[in-house]
């Protein structure tokens, strides 16, 4: 089954950064087969929200509150999922999931529903 790890949380000062990094494990990529992976978080007290999604031919959407902050990426082969955070803000604090779908993205309506398989999350703590 797939398992998804995140990394790369901590606590960092307003205006700092930190990288993201979510383990992937399960899922054999060819070029035929569709995915989709994002970035989501839960703020305390929050309802979880969607932050950045990457299509596999590399397609990339972010909610507007992080456009021009956040960067989504994977390696090459993969296996990797990460999520640069540069000016980071206090309201950047919450949990931060991983997600993956086993199909295409639904690029201008995406939500949690979309997505099957989850991370156990990595607190980011902006103060």
């Known amino acids: 089954d797939v398992q998804l790890v995140e990394s790369g949380g901590g606590s960092v000062q307003p205006g700092g950064s930190l990288r993201l990094s979510c383990a992937q494990s399960?899922?054999?990529?060819?070029?035929?087969?569709?995915?989709?992976m994002g970035w989501f978080r839960q703020a305390p007290g929050k309802e979880r929200e969607g932050v950045a999604i990457v299509d596999s031919d590399g397609t990339t959407r972010y909610i507007d509150s992080v456009k021009g902050r956040f960067t989504i990426s994977q390696d090459s082969a993969k296996a990797w999922l990460y999520l640069r955070m540069d000016s980071l803000a206090l309201e950047d604090t919450g949990m931060y999931y991983c997600?993956?779908?086993?199909?295409?993205?639904?690029?201008?309506?995406?939500?949690?529903?979309?997505?099957?398989?989850w991370g156990q999350g990595t607190q980011v703590t902006v103060s």
């Open positions: 399960g899922y054999s990529y060819s070029t035929e087969r569709r995915y989709c």
């Open positions: 997600a993956m779908s086993p199909l295409e993205c639904y690029l201008d309506s995406w939500s949690e529903d979309d997505f099957k398989y």
